[in-house]
């Protein structure tokens, strides 16, 4: 299953790190996705990370405003921003395809709510 | 980038009624090597993750009542809930894992009549 960090509440400009741990499987070898939700929208894919080699995707509408890394060594994979802003205040889940078919994501953690708020 | 556009946006059927929706992506996401269309669709209640229904556009994932089923290739998609049950009220999403970046649909919200 994957397990999220808690709810944060950060000021516009501020840095913060969220993360998604990974047990009852082999995390390594199952790519790890990131998604977004934002209050009232729809589910947007932001990124993905395989963490047996860090092999990182982005999608381009989040390329350079989001980091995601990985570390194997404990089962969990991390998504971070380095100057927050008022519009990146949703829920973000990781979800995984641990045990599909192809990359379909049978996986979801709880969810991690950012509200950004000055 | 695949778009996948859904439609309609919103629908209300009454219980025991068939509901439709539709999901159309900007280009093929069948593997022709595979026959496959990597095609998924889930369903999300208020306050909880996406749950997967049905991957490759037609399997049913385990646990998931027989009354959903997915069909179509290529480009055009359907998902279908042949008799609406009261825990089915829910926003539907499709999504492509077929490219980087994936890409989902934007969302029917299925209501009761």
């Known amino acids: 299953q994957l397990v999220q960090s808690g709810a944060e509440v950060k000021k516009p400009g501020e840095s913060l790190k969220i993360s998604c741990k990974g047990s009852?499987?082999?995390?390594?070898?199952?790519?790890i996705h990131w998604v977004r939700q934002m209050p009232g929208k729809g589910l947007e894919w932001m990124g993905s990370?395989?963490?047996?080699?860090?092999?990182?995707r982005y999608s381009p509408s989040f390329q350079g405003q989001v980091t995601i890394s990985a570390d194997k060594s404990i089962s969990t994979a991390y998504l971070q921003w380095s100057s927050l802003r008022a519009s990146d205040t949703a829920i973000y889940y990781c979800?995984?395809?641990?045990?599909?078919?192809?990359?379909?994501?049978?996986?979801w953690g709880q969810g991690t709510l950012v509200t950004v708020s000055a | 980038d695949i778009v996948m556009t859904q439609s309609p946006d919103s629908l209300a059927v009454s219980l025991g009624e068939r509901a439709t929706i539709s999901c159309r992506s900007s280009?093929?996401?069948?593997?022709?090597?595979?026959?496959?269309?990597?095609l998924a669709w889930y369903q999300q209640k208020p306050g909880l993750p996406p749950r997967l229904l049905i991957y490759?556009?037609?399997s049913r994932e385990s646990g998931v009542p027989d009354r959903f089923s997915g069909s179509g290739s290529g480009t055009d998609f359907t998902l279908t809930i042949s008799s609406l049950q009261a825990e089915d009220v829910a926003v539907y999403y499709c999504?492509?894992?077929?490219?980087?970046?994936?890409?989902f649909g934007q969302g029917t919200k299925l209501e009761i009549k």
């Open positions: 979800a995984s395809p641990i045990k599909a078919a192809a990359g379909e994501l049978d996986s």
């Open positions: 009852g499987y082999t995390f390594s070898t199952f790519w």
């Open positions: 990370i395989y963490p047996a080699d860090s092999d990182t």
């Open positions: 280009q093929s996401i069948l593997n022709n090597s595979k026959r496959k269309n990597y």
């Open positions: 490759w556009a037609s």
């Open positions: 999504h492509q894992y077929f490219t980087t970046p994936q890409t």
